[in-house]
């Protein structure tokens, strides 16, 4: 079939692309103006130029198509760019599901994040939000609330890149977060990171599977990690031993304060928010949809490090 996919140029997006290329379908690909060049397979793609603030070129994305995958989505906000959680995870879906609802495109699957929620950070409550305009739209959803996903990023950026570029290749050790005064809570709270070649299965695959039809998806990875045990596999994929050091997260939130709206800053308030919450989860509604044990967060896997 030929399926709308929005966020089709990131770190997930290439493997969607990829993914909904192997399983016969045709992906047609709204892309922001300067971001051409990061589509893979572009040849096979049929390519709409555009934001997802542009409902012209959204629905220019949907004609012919049978189904939408929405995966826009971003960490940081730079309201100067455009770039809004608001926008990406609400608006944009917003937008999407009301095209959907004109063109008769009844097959929705979106892209959220394991822990969103009403009461949460801005980027939660905004992803939240998409959530539900689309579980209350009358359409077939399939709603997928993805862990921290790894994976070779090529070229863009998974969080274990971002993890050994800016902790682990310091020569520092790495910060054990801890809430308040429980420094044996240091680094503590848990991950279930998932495989991006796992994630892309269980969407394309879901996009025919009915068992999946009106159900919100948790995909986690088959391992219940701690931030210091996540750090530390990281070093090991590159032959290093990493110490550690607990560090009191007011201390990273004050200096975040400072510097957070500023891009060479590598973390935002909101992200350590969300990093002390931790999120995890059951693997085994993705080895259900995927058919196989979901891909460990381990060294084997984790041999793409070495050269990023
Ligand atoms: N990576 C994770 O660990 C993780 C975990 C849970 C959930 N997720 C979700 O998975 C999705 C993909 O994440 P990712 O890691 O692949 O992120 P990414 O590499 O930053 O990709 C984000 C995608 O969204 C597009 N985009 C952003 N703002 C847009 C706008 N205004 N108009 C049109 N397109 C826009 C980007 O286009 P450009 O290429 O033009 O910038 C890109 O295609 C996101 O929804 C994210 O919240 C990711």
């Known amino acids: 079939m030929q399926v709308a996919l929005f966020g089709g140029t990131g770190f997930v997006g290439g493997y969607l692309v990829d993914e909904l290329l192997a399983g016969g379908h045709i992906p047609s690909l709204l892309v922001r103006p300067g971001s051409e060049g990061k589509v893979t397979q572009p040849e096979k793609c049929a390519i709409h130029s555009g934001t997802i603030a542009d409902q012209e ?18 960490i940081r906000e730079f309201p100067k760019k455009e770039t809004t959680f608001e926008l990406a995870h609400h608006e944009g879906v917003k937008k999407c ?21 009403s009461d949460g950070t801005a980027y939660q409550r905004t992803k939240f939000e998409g959530e ?30 971002i993890l050994k570029r800016q ?3 310091l020569p520092l050790p790495a910060p054990l977060f801890f809430p308040g005064l429980s420094i044996t809570e240091a680094g503590q709270f848990r991950f279930s990171p998932v495989h991006v070649k796992d994630v892309a299965a269980a969407f394309i695959r879901s996009l025919t599977d009915e068992t999946t039809f009106n159900r919100t998806i948790v995909l986690a990875g088959p391992e219940s990690l701690t931030w210091k045990s996540v750090i530390k596999r990281i070093a090991l994929a590159g032959d290093k031993n990493k110490w550690t050091v607990p560090v009191p997260v007011l201390l990273v939130k004050s200096i975040a304060a400072l510097f957070d709206r500023f891009e060479w800053f590598p973390i935002t308030r909101t992200q350590i928010t969300m990093l002390l919450e931790g999120n995890t989860g059951s693997p085994r509604e993705l080895s259900g949809l995927i058919e196989k044990s979901p891909t460990c ?7 793409y490090l070495k050269t990023v």
Request: with cysteine.
């Open 57 to 74: 070129a959204i629905e220019a994305t949907l004609q012919d198509c049978q189904a939408i995958i929405y995966n826009i989505g971003v």
């Open 97 to 117: 599901v009301d095209a959907a609802l004109k063109l008769g495109v009844r097959r929705f699957v979106l892209m959220s994040a394991n822990g969103v929620k």
């Open 132 to 161: 539900e305009y689309l579980r209350h739209s009358g359409l077939d959803w399939t709603i997928f609330r993805p862990s921290m996903i790894f994976g070779d990023p090529r070229g863009r950026l998974d969080f274990a890149t």
């Open 167 to 169: 902790i682990v290749d």
């Open 297 to 303: 967060f381990n060294r084997n896997n984790l041999t």
